[in-house]
């Protein structure tokens, strides 16, 4: 893992504890210790990524706990969090293994066993749809900068807070890209015509996050003008994903676009260059696209 990449991450969380600390009720301004629950993907496909968020919140929590004068922040210049009295944040760790199911009743734990504060997670817009609605049952504050999913904010809950873009933003910069390339306004690409990248295929997992994406890219192609020929779901836990690329290359697809998790980012990799596959453009949506084992593919 590079440091700089762990540093941003834990600058992030850190800024989200800070926000969380800012929610928690004032009966409990007067403790020393203020306890978050944090859900992530430890094992499993994504674990990769839960790992990397992991050190970030465990980074986080330390520059906020001690004093730290060699970091240009003025919250490393004092220790623990000082709008609540100095209070130290204790971080509790759990293991959703990208399970809706187990990171509801996880939250669930945390919030009557464990006493937290608030949430922090999920990554997986699936698990962080269930917890979030835990947090919102039990009036808990969660913070959430890692799924993307545009359905999550718009429940109406009072104690979910997503710091990130969601993923229409995303999507339309993909298409933004596509018509630019057209354009000639790609800096260091030739212009291509339209006629060159018309034609779209698809592939993302089926849950919260993939789904919505697909719904977006469909939406969006026909908005833009380009022909989505094939467009379809998978397993995330799929062992071999070979069907579907040959199900991809039959339409023969300019550019070809995918919203997946870092196993399945780098299997589904392997398989097209095991087919042959030959599109002009392949899209990956962050995720499992932008991890450092991905790019060993």
Same mark, same amino acid.
């Given at each position: 893992?590079?440091?700089?990449?762990l540093?941003?991450?834990g600058?992030?969380?850190?800024?989200v504890?800070?926000?969380?600390g800012?929610?928690i009720?004032?009966?409990v301004?007067?403790?020393?210790?203020?306890?978050?629950?944090?859900?992530?993907?430890?094992?499993?496909?994504?674990?990769?990524?839960?790992?990397?968020?992991?050190?970030?919140?465990?980074l986080?929590?330390?520059?906020?706990?001690?004093?730290?004068?060699h970091?240009?922040m003025t919250?490393?210049?004092?220790?623990?969090?000082?709008?609540?009295?100095?209070?130290k944040?204790?971080?509790i760790f759990?293991?959703?293994e990208?399970?809706?199911?187990?990171g509801?009743?996880?939250?669930?734990?945390?919030?009557?066993?464990?006493k937290?504060d608030g949430?922090?997670?999920c &990554?997986h817009?699936?698990?962080?749809?269930?917890?979030s609605?835990?947090? /919102?049952?039990?009036?808990?504050?969660m913070?959430?900068?890692?799924?993307?999913?545009?359905?999550l904010?718009?429940?109406?809950?009072?104690?979910?807070?997503r710091?990130?873009p969601?993923?229409?933003?995303?999507?339309?910069d993909?298409f933004?890209?596509?018509?630019g390339l057209?354009e000639?306004?790609?800096?260091?690409v030739?212009?291509?015509s339209?006629?060159e990248?018309?034609?779209?295929?698809s592939?993302?997992e089926?849950?919260?996050?993939g789904?919505h994406?697909?719904?977006?890219?469909?939406?969006?192609a026909?908005? &833009?003008?380009f022909?989505?020929?094939?467009?379809?779901?998978?397993?995330?836990?799929?062992?071999?994903l070979?069907s /579907?690329?040959?199900?991809l290359?039959?339409?023969?697809p300019?550019?070809m676009l995918?919203?997946?998790?870092?196993?399945?980012?780098?299997?589904?990799?392997?398989t097209?260059k095991?087919?042959?596959?030959?599109?002009?453009?392949i899209?990956?949506?962050?995720?499992?696209? /932008?991890?450092?084992?991905?790019r060993?593919?």
């Amino acid at each position: 893992m590079k440091k700089s990449y762990l540093v941003r991450w834990g600058l992030f969380i850190l800024s989200v504890m800070i926000i969380a600390g800012l929610l928690i009720p004032a009966s409990v301004w007067a403790v020393k210790e203020i306890k978050i629950g944090v859900i992530y993907p430890l094992t499993g496909g994504a674990a990769a990524a839960g790992r990397e968020l992991r050190a970030g919140a465990e980074l986080s929590a330390r520059i906020a706990n001690n004093v730290m004068p060699h970091l240009e922040m003025t919250m490393a210049k004092k220790a623990g969090i000082q709008s609540l009295g100095g209070a130290k944040i204790r971080l509790i760790f759990k293991d959703h293994e990208g399970n809706p199911t187990l990171g509801a009743d996880l939250a669930k734990k945390l919030i009557l066993d464990d006493k937290v504060d608030g949430l922090l997670g999920c &990554y997986h817009s699936s698990v962080t749809k269930t917890v979030s609605a835990v947090a /919102e049952q039990y009036g808990v504050p969660m913070i959430n900068g890692t799924s993307t999913s545009p359905a999550l904010t718009k429940r109406g809950f009072r104690w979910f807070w997503r710091t990130t873009p969601h993923d229409r933003w995303f999507t339309k910069d993909l298409f933004e890209l596509l018509k630019g390339l057209t354009e000639g306004k790609v800096r260091g690409v030739r212009p291509v015509s339209k006629g060159e990248i018309a034609n779209l295929a698809s592939a993302c997992e089926k849950t919260e996050w993939g789904s919505h994406v697909s719904g977006l890219i469909g939406a969006f192609a026909n908005s &833009y003008g380009f022909k989505l020929r094939k467009s379809l779901l998978y397993a995330s836990k799929s062992p071999d994903l070979s069907s /579907e690329v040959r199900s991809l290359k039959a339409v023969k697809p300019d550019v070809m676009l995918f919203a997946s998790y870092t196993s399945d980012a780098i299997l589904m990799v392997k398989t097209l260059k095991a087919q042959k596959a030959k599109p002009k453009v392949i899209w990956g949506q962050d995720a499992g696209f /932008e991890k450092p084992e991905f790019r060993s593919t």
